[in-house]
């Protein structure tokens, strides 16, 4: 039996996620940082509930306690993640972008996700079959925000495509670090969720679609790879 943790699960990607890999079989908790919130989505889905704020170490780490005295884990879904947006749902542009508001998105989306893979790591050691799936987007590829053809070209933030160039740089590092570990990174593409205040093209069910996959990786998958539902992104 696969036990699977899927950060920021309460709802959106995440929460699709988790009723995807519960339908394949999967122990699936469903993290989140309001136990109100995660305990309603468990509920839900058929799921476990885990209290878990990405950006507290005391909260990651007693996640990490439960899960381990439950038996441990093999596969871990990196998916909380916020985007900056004004109060009118657009995207600050370079001209109004601060370092203080750049702050939150990096603790979130990147310090968080090494918060938890740090804890996490000892259970996946420990697992036959250890797997990692980072979320990250294509804002995230240097070469799709310079491809002019795409619409990631248009996009003038600074804070969150360049937290999500640092989930890929991590997810590389930690690849080579663990061999014995399938830890890839994804782009769900542009998916309508409360991150986008719902303006995205996709359905969470084809925005999850890559995350799913990766997350049932098998041991001779591959590893340190940069994924959405079509294949391999470029970095
Ligand atoms: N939607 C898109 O178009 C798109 C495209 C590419 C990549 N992505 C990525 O997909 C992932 C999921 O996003 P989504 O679109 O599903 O957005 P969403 O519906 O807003 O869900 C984000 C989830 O992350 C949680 N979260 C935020 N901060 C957290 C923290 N400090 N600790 C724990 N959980 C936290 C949220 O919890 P609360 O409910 O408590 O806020 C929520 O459960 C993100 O990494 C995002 O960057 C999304």
Same mark, same amino acid.
């Given at each position: ?32 940082? %309001? ?17 878990? %704020? ?15 005295? %439950? ?122 969720? %409360? ?41």
């Amino acid at each position: 039996m696969t036990t699977t943790l899927i950060t920021g699960a309460n709802k959106g990607l995440g929460f699709e996620t988790a009723r995807r890999l519960i339908a394949a079989g999967h122990t699936v908790y469903v993290g989140s940082r %309001d136990a109100e919130r995660g305990l309603r989505a468990a509920e839900r889905l058929g799921a476990r509930p885990i209290l878990l %704020d990405v950006n507290d170490d005391d909260s990651v780490t007693a996640a990490a306690k439960t899960i381990a005295a %439950d038996g441990g884990l093999d596969v871990l879904v990196n998916n909380a993640g916020i985007e900056t947006r004004t109060a009118d749902n657009g995207v600050p542009g370079a001209l109004e972008t601060t370092a203080d508001l750049l702050r939150p998105v990096f603790e979130t989306n990147v310090l968080g996700m090494v918060r938890v893979t740090h804890a996490f790591l000892p259970l996946l050691l420990r697992s036959a079959a250890p797997v990692v799936v980072n979320v990250s987007s294509g804002l995230g590829s240097m070469a799709m925000v310079t491809d002019r053809d795409l619409p990631a070209y248009a996009y003038p933030g600074l804070g969150y495509p360049a937290s999500k160039v640092a989930v890929n740089m991590i997810t590389v590092q930690y690849a080579k670090a663990f061999p014995n570990m399938r830890i890839n990174a994804v782009e769900p593409g542009y998916t309508a969720t %409360d991150l986008n205040g719902r303006t995205g093209t996709q359905t969470v069910e084809q925005g999850a679609e890559i995350i799913v996959r990766m997350a049932q990786v098998g041991p001779d998958g591959p590893t340190g790879g940069f994924f959405n539902a079509e294949g391999v992104l470029p970095w």
